[in-house]
C-alpha cells in the first residue's frame, strides 16, 4: 500500500497538515465572514420584505382613500346640485314676488295718475266754469 501511495506522489505529513490548515481556514471563514453574510443577507430581506409589506399596505389604503374621495366628491356634486336646484327654485319665486309687487305698483300708479287725470280735468271744468260764470256777471 506504500507503494501504492507513493506512486500518487502522496505525502500523508503533507496531506494531513493540509487537511489540518483546510479545516482552520473554513472553521475561521465559517465564523468571521459566512456567519455574518447570512446575518446581514437575513437582515437585508427582512427589510425587503417589510418595505413590500409596507408598500402593499400603502397601496390598500391608497385605494380606500381613492374610494373615499370619490364617494366624497359625489357627495360635494350632490350637494352643489341641490343647492342650486334650491337657489333656483328661490330666484323663481323671487321673480314672481317681485312681478307681483311690480304689477301692484303699476296699478297703483294707474290709479293715481287717472285719479290725478281727473282731478285736472275737474280742476279744468271748474275753471272753464269759473271763467265762463266771471264774464256773464
Request: hydrophobic share 40%.
Amino acid at each position: 500500500m506504500n507503494e501504492f501511495v507513493s506512486q500518487f506522489g502522496l505525502d500523508w505529513k503533507l496531506f494531513l497538515s493540509q487537511l489540518v490548515n483546510f479545516a482552520l481556514i473554513l472553521i475561521v471563514l465559517k465564523f468571521f465572514v459566512y456567519n455574518p453574510v447570512i446575518k446581514i443577507l437575513k437582515e437585508k430581506n427582512k427589510k425587503i420584505k417589510e418595505g413590500l409589506d409596507k408598500a402593499e399596505e400603502a397601496g390598500v389604503r391608497l385605494k380606500e382613500i381613492d374610494v373615499i374621495g370619490k364617494t366624497k366628491i359625489k357627495e360635494a356634486e350632490t350637494t352643489s346640485i341641490n343647492m342650486i336646484r334650491d337657489t333656483e327654485h328661490r330666484a323663481k319665486v323671487l321673480e314672481q314676488e317681485l312681478h307681483k309687487k311690480i304689477e301692484e305698483n303699476q296699478k297703483k300708479l294707474e290709479k293715481e295718475i287717472e285719479l290725478n287725470y281727473k282731478k285736472q280735468q275737474e280742476q279744468a271744468n271748474d275753471l272753464v266754469l269759473k271763467n265762463a260764470v266771471e264774464p256773464l256777471s
